[in-house]
């Protein structure tokens, strides 16, 4: 699968690290919003092609050649939301990857947050797993997300972002 996408390009970061993933879907039809009928978004500064998802239901959808990727999105606290992004890897296996992303649409950018973890970000409903962090619980992942963005420290990525 191609590695560019809200959520995806933050493998690429994580040489040391791993991602926050879950074993089975967290975002619903039930606790997702879609606001926008399309977004167009790139990693900051990486001069690749945009990615374009489009909105279907309550899931924006990128029909790749290489396989489709799924993008869910569930609103934390006003312009912040939790995203899901998901889709299957180059062997087939279905992957599941979050971040906490505030975007500005003014500004037509988007920041993640809690996209790499290790172990030291374990703790109550996050385990430590092979692909780095594990999410058993919803809750505690948006509190351990919500707290590491209000610490004020560095985004994971920065992404340009176009919302319709």
């Given at each position: 699968?191609?590695?560019?996408?809200?959520?995806?390009?933050?493998?690429?970061?994580?040489?040391?690290?791993?991602?926050?993933?879950?074993?089975?879907?967290?975002?619903?039809?039930?606790?997702?919003?879609?606001?926008?009928?399309?977004?167009?978004f790139t990693e900051r500064g990486s001069g690749d092609?945009?990615?374009?998802?489009?909105?279907?239901?309550?899931?924006?959808?990128?029909?790749?050649?290489?396989?489709?990727?799924?993008?869910?999105?569930?609103?934390?606290?006003?312009?912040?939301?939790?995203?899901?992004?998901?889709?299957?890897?180059?062997?087939?296996?279905?992957?599941?990857?979050?971040?906490?992303?505030?975007?500005?649409?003014?500004?037509?950018?988007?920041?993640?947050?809690?996209?790499?973890?290790?172990?030291?970000?374990?703790?109550?409903?996050?385990?430590?797993?092979?692909?780095?962090?594990?999410?058993?619980?919803?809750?505690?992942?948006?509190?351990?997300?919500?707290?590491?963005?209000?610490?004020?420290?560095?985004?994971?990525?920065?992404?340009?972002?176009?919302?319709?």
């Amino acid at each position: 699968m191609r590695g560019v996408g809200i959520v995806f390009v933050v493998a690429l970061l994580a040489s040391l690290s791993g991602c926050y993933t879950a074993d089975a879907p967290l975002l619903t039809d039930d606790n997702s919003v879609a606001p926008y009928a399309k977004i167009t978004f790139t990693e900051r500064g990486s001069g690749d092609t945009p990615d374009v998802m489009l909105r279907e239901g309550k899931v924006y959808v990128d029909h790749e050649k290489d396989g489709d990727r799924f993008l869910r999105f569930m609103a934390v606290r006003p312009d912040w939301y939790v995203a899901e992004m998901a889709g299957k890897d180059d062997d087939g296996v279905e992957q599941r990857l979050y971040a906490l992303v505030h975007l500005d649409a003014d500004h037509k950018a988007a920041e993640t947050y809690a996209s790499v973890g290790d172990e030291k970000d374990a703790g109550p409903g996050l385990r430590v797993c092979e692909a780095g962090v594990c999410i058993e619980d919803l809750a505690a992942y948006v509190a351990h997300a919500v707290a590491k963005a209000d610490a004020g420290g560095k985004p994971d990525t920065v992404f340009d972002v176009t919302v319709e």
